[in-house]
């Protein structure tokens, strides 16, 4: 089957039957719900996109792996070098059209070198089960899947092991045919809108943590897996003038829950296999980093573009100077990231397993110095754009005949634009800047792909220091002779 069209995906969900929840009540059809609305646009419309001319070469490729044709943010296994660098061109320009590109890609990708270390240090055969499931994805339109790595956690401090009451994923039972799991997956990204869920460990384990070693992937609707969805932060009704990414972009998040889940033996890719675990967080936090950086250049992109148009429909522009100024930041900012992005596919490493790692000093270098700009640009936003973002008159009263005319006159502003244009201007910044979707970007931006924190672990464990304090010596005469050149 080729790769689905949005409307092919929307039908696809009919023969679906997931247990969902959407503020506490079960929901029976996905495709049609209201709070679900956004998710399945979301991606229905990627499907479209990507056959879009000027996308179509780069978005769409044949696959090495099952000779289909394949969404390559998707579905990827990426291993080319260049892979890296059309996927963070791409990445960065869908995500400064609709916040959130999806990557599945780099979970396949990630998932499928953690598998290769498995079988290369156990002996198993795991990988060509996952090789299956893929072709299985590529032959049947190409469909999503929910990427369930996050656990619940518990008490940060501890293993799972030796939580009060783990709820961290784990095996609960092996039977014959396969292996009973439960526990919980938090932050599901559009989880309601897949086909099948992959769950995957994430983090380092002990030996006595073996158990929530686990990784599979099962069809969303299978028994004992339940979605807990949190409504998309965009409007449920059609309002685009008022929000005009949010009401057509972006999703649900969800919480997943696994109750005695049943998952058949080829349907599992690791199985007890602590030691490594940590190789998944570590790939991660390489290759979806990588793409963390171009998607945040993207942002940054769409801040600069939303900007400089509220200034030039409030009568200002890129002349103003502090204007000008802080719009200049916020594109060397997306630069920033978005080298770092090619500069860390540039020094990638191949992993034994085929895939391209790119280098993580580099990525998560990159991605630390955006993140910590993006509060500075959503200020910005609020500077140039002006107090209108947070308390002009809604969509509804712009319609309403009556009050259209006095609002008209009183919210005009550069006469070159109409008072309509300003207002969709504007709010386009409201949509970004002061609404709930402020918050998903921000969660986005400074949580999704690890917390900021662990951009520094990775930095300070990379990072030679001793050859630079070694350097210094040298040069300051501490302790070394310096050499007479
Ligand atoms: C919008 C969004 C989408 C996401 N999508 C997905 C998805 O599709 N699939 C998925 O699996 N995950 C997803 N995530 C999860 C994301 O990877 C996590 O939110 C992120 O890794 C942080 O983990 P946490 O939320 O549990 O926060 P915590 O780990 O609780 O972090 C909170 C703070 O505590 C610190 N901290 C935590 N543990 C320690 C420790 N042991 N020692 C010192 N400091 C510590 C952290 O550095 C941070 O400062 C998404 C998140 C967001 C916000």
């Known amino acids: 089957m080729t790769i689905f069209t949005g409307d092919q995906y929307r039908e696809s969900l009919k023969e679906l039957s997931p247990e969902i929840y959407v503020r506490g009540e079960r929901i029976d059809d996905v495709a049609a719900h209201p709070l679900l609305r956004q998710t399945v646009n979301h991606i229905a419309s990627g499907y479209d996109l990507i056959s879009e001319p000027e996308m179509r070469d780069r978005a769409i490729m044949r696959s090495p792996i099952s000779g289909e044709e394949i969404p390559r943010l998707l579905m990827h296994i990426q291993q080319e070098k260049e892979d890296l660098i059309i996927k963070a061109e791409l990445t960065r320009e869908i995500s400064a059209q609709r916040i959130c590109t999806g990557c599945g890609s780099n979970m396949l990708s990630v998932t499928w070198s953690m598998i290769h270390d498995i079988d290369a240090a ?8 996952y090789r299956d499931f893929i072709v299985r994805l590529h032959t049947s339109g190409c469909p999503p899947f929910a990427w369930c790595m996050m656990d619940p956690k518990g008490d940060r401090m501890l293993p799972p092991s030796r939580q009060k009451e783990p709820s961290d994923l784990r095996i609960v039972e092996r039977k014959p045919g396969g292996i009973v799991v439960s526990g919980a997956k938090l932050h599901t990204t559009l989880g309601p809108g897949a ?14 943590d073996a158990n929530f070693a686990v990784s599979f992937a099962v069809p969303i609707d299978t028994k004992g897996i339940r979605m807990i969805a949190r409504p998309s932060p965009g409007p449920s009704r059609d309002v685009f003038m ?10 649900v998040e969800a919480l997943t829950i696994f109750d005695n889940v049943f998952v058949p033996e080829e349907n599992i890719f690791m199985c007890g296999e602590w030691e490594q675990a940590v190789n998944l967080s570590l790939y991660f936090a390489s290759l979806h980093r990588q793409s963390k950086c171009a998607c945040s250049a993207g942002h940054c992109d769409l801040f600069a573009g939303a900007a400089a148009l509220a200034a030039e429909v409030n009568g200002l522009g890129m002349k103003t100077g502090h204007i000008r100024d802080k719009i200049t930041e916020m594109i060397m900012n997306g630069e920033t990231g978005y080298g770092c992005a090619l500069g860390a596919a540039v020094s990638a490493r191949r992993h034994p397993g085929g895939v391209w790692l790119p280098d993580p000093l580099i990525v998560n270098s990159g991605l630390n110095t955006i993140r910590s700009n993006i509060g500075k640009h959503l200020e910005y936003l609020h500077d140039i754009a002006g107090g209108l973002i947070t308390t002009m008159p809604t969509e509804a009263d ?11 006159k009183a919210l005009r502003g550069n006469a070159r634009y109409t008072t309509e244009e300003r207002l969709r201007a504007l709010n386009l910044v409201q949509d970004l800047a002061a609404s709930r979707t402020t918050g998903t970007i921000l969660g986005f931006t400074i949580n999704a792909a690890g917390s900021p924190a662990t951009n520094q672990v990775v930095v300070r464990r990379l990072y030679d220091l001793q050859k630079q304090i070694d350097r210094a010596r040298q040069i300051a005469s501490i302790g070394i002779p310096i050499r007479k050149e």
């Open 122 to 129: 156990h002996g198993t055969d795991y990988l060509s089960r």
């Open 195 to 208: 086909h099948y869920v992959v769950a995957v460990p994430c983090r380092a384990l002990g030996r006595e």
């Open 242 to 251: 008022e929000s005009p990414l949010s009401s057509r972009f972006l999703g």
């Open 398 to 408: 712009w319609n309403n005949p009556v009050l259209r005319p006095f609002i008209d």
